[in-house]
Structures are given as C-alpha cells and as structure tokens.
C-alpha cells in the first residue's frame, strides 16, 4: 500500500479517535445522564429509534454482504446477463411494507411523548411559572407568582414541575439544560412553553444552542436544584431582599456607593437599592449565585474581580464596558455584590493585585 494511502489512514483514525474523545455518557452536559422524567422519557425514545435503526442497518449490510458474495460473477457467467428481478411483486410488496411498520412503531411513541412533553398539558395548571427571557448573552428568570426576577440561575424546588414560558428580548435563542430535557427556542413575538422536572438536588448546566452571534458559546446558565426548605429559604430571601440591611464592613458600605457613582446601578436593577435597566441583568441577592457572567465562571471574589476589570476579555462582545476600575475599588464592588442576600456573611475582601502582584 502506498504512503499515500497510509498516512490518509492514519490522519482518518486519529480525528476519528479525537471525534471519540468528545463523547461521554456521564458528562455534566449529556443527554445520556438524565435527571429528570423528560429528559429521561426523551432518551428512551431516543434509544428506541435508535435500536430499531441499528436492526435496520445489521439486516440491509448483512443481506448486502450476502448478496454480493453468493451472487458475484463467475468466471463461467460469460457476458451473459443474470436473471432479472424487477417486477416481482412479492418483493416489492415486501420491500413497502416492512419499512411502514417499522416507521409506525417509531411514530406512535414520538407523538405520545410530544404530547405528553407539551407545555400547555391542562394538568400543569399547578406548576410552578417561570418566565424565561433570553437576551445577547444572557438569561432572565422572572418567578411572576412570587414577584421574584434574577439572572443566569434557575432556582427550582426538586420533584416539583417547572412550568417554563420561554420568550426573547432581542434574536433567537434556545433554552437547553441537556440533562433536564430537550432544547426550545427562544423567539422574538412568540412563546414557547415546556416544563422539567429534576429528580435530585443539584446543579445543572445549561447552554444557548441557537447560534445568537459574538458571545453565544458563553451564554450559559446554571439550573439549581433544591429541597422544599432550600427553595423556600432562597425565595424569602428574595422577598426580604428590598429591605435587606448591608454588613457593617467599610469595604461593603464604599462598594455600595461606588455601585451608584461608577454608574453599576444604571444597567443593573438590585431589589431597595436599583431598578436599572430591564434589558440588562438583575443582581438582586447576587452573592447567592454560584456562578457569574452568564454560567462562564464560578462566582468566587477573584473570578468576580477579573470580571470587574476587564469584562470584554472574560466574554468578548458582551455589553459590560470597561469601568477602568483601580485595584481598591474592584475590591469594594467585590465585597459588596458578594455580600448581597447575605449581609451577616463578612464582607469577602479581594486581596489580590492591592499588594501590588497583579
Ligand atoms: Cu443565545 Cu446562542
């Protein structure tokens, strides 16, 4: 075999092999670990359609192979022509019907789980809302029976169904927690409705999967799963959040004043403190969330000080100017946006680059 050949071998087995690399089954974003009743009932019409595809696939190469060994042309076959099958009736006749069947075992299950899935199924009537709006780049979470609007996190009790009325403030974007259930979109003028439900507390990463422009691959999200006491302690705090008494650390108190004179309280509404603007992300009870600039990065005092100094090289494209922002009053911001929704926790001080190392 020629180099050529070898080497077009080799280059084909290793992006195979890196295109392989990719797949897990158990990763925080696959479908395959499902945590939920939708997105476990989607898999299994998944895995169904996917089982009769692989029969399909083993009875038309097997009889293929079969074929084109035990039919090949001998030697004593000559120029003359084999016998000819076309018109054969029984053939043909099986040849429609077996694929109708097999397309009707997978078209009833798919329309009962469609309309099993639907968002506006009469028995959701008690689920909690959640209105989700999807902007460039970034997700709002608006709860309009508990008066309750927040940012980039999903805050849902466990075992209870989420009734989520899905709309856009800009282009169109999609809504998808892969382990929670499947994507849907996010459309200007219109609404779309799903639900989910999480079997077990924990965190859920969710992802933008209609390609929205410059910073679409970063607009995460996060789903929180709690238990009842949990949900409820999150949506108090939230509901006291108006009146909510800042710590009494210096730090804090100059964060807060500076959250009005570097102009942080125009864009970003805080319950008692902003209203800011209804296009730009909430901060209320900010130092709640775990995560920060949409899902990109753990909400930590340094992570946030990063993104306080230089948000366009965290999230190219986003609409967080540069507030040129000198060490000490990153610092001050820090301690006050991680102190939000809980004041009694000490102000976090964000040491790094006030000595002078970065
Ligand atoms: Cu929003 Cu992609």
Known sequence: MSIVKWSRRAIGLALLAALLGGCAFNGPQSTFSTAGPVAKTQLDLFMLTFWLAV???????????????????????????????????????????IPVIFLVIIAVPTVRVIFQLEGRDSSNTEALEVVVTAYQWWWEFEYPELGIT??????????????????????????????????????????????????????????????????????????????????????????????????????????????????????????GVSVGNSKMPNLTNFGLRTSLAAGVLENTPENLADWLRDPQAIKPGNYMPNLGLSNEEIAALVAYLQSLGKPDVQAQAYLGGLDGTR
């Not at 979109?185 to 439900?197: A, K, S």
């Open 55 to 97: 029969v399909v696939f083993v009875i038309v190469a097997g009889a293929l192979i079969y074929i084109l060994r035990r039919y090949r042309r001998k030697a004593s076959d000559g120029d003359s022509l084999p016998p000819q099958t076309h018109g054969n009736l029984v053939l043909e006749i099986a040849w429609t019907i």
């Open 150 to 271: 927040t940012a980039n996190e999903l805050r849902i009790p466990v075992g209870e169904r989420i009734r989520l009325k899905l709309r856009s403030g800009d282009v169109i974007h999609s809504f998808w927690v892969p382990q929670l259930g499947g994507k849907n979109d996010n459309i200007p003028g219109q609404e779309n409705e799903m639900w989910l439900l999480a079997d077990e507390p924990g965190i859920y990463y969710g992802q933008c999967a209609e390609l929205c422009l410059t910073a679409h691959a970063y607009m995460r999200f996060r789903v929180v799963a709690e238990d009842a006491a949990g949900f409820e302690g999150w949506v108090s705090a939230f509901q006291n959040a108006a009146t909510q008494e800042l710590a009494s650390e210096p730090l804090v108190n100059q964060g807060a004043q500076l959250f009005q004179q570097k102009g942080c309280a125009g864009c970003h509404g805080v319950a």
